[in-house]
């Protein structure tokens, strides 16, 4: 069974941080591409960055280009999403999601529907 487990989300205030984890079991993770979306009330769910299986290409929306940072450690199955100078408008429900294709490209990570599996999310509130 996959599992996907997300942690690390939080309250803080405009200009903090906040480091998400995402631990993955049941799957060969090292073989997936991994993504962060995010849902905040009332809005449809949004890419925010996306990881290839080696880590060797990395994706991001614009919105959080320079702020936010993904990487992974395939070792301990874990993705990460490194998230500094944050905003009000950065507060959502972030989800990990594990996608697996033969081949990965910026169109296919930034589209919900591609990927396999979701975790069920962490609350991100950024207070102004």
């Known amino acids: 069974q996959v599992q996907l487990v997300e942690s690390g989300g939080g309250l803080v205030q405009a200009g903090g941080s906040l480091r998400l984890s995402c631990e993955a079991s049941?799957?060969?993770?090292?073989?997936?591409?991994m993504g962060w979306f995010r849902q905040a009330p009332g809005k449809e769910r949004e890419f925010v960055a996306a990881i290839s299986s080696s880590a060797g290409s990395t994706y991001y929306a614009d919105s959080v280009k320079g702020r936010l940072t993904i990487s992974r450690d395939n070792a301990k199955n874990t993705v990460y999403l490194q998230m500094n100078s944050l905003k009000p408008e950065d507060t959502a429900v972030y989800f990990c999601?594990?996608?697996?294709?033969?081949?990965?490209?910026?169109?296919?990570?930034?589209?919900?529907?591609?990927?396999?599996?979701w975790g069920q999310g962490t609350q991100v509130t950024v207070s102004s």
């Open positions: 999601a594990a996608l697996t294709v033969s081949y990965v490209n910026s169109v296919v990570v930034r589209t919900a529907s591609r990927y396999n599996y």
């Open positions: 049941g799957l060969t993770f090292s073989t997936y591409a």
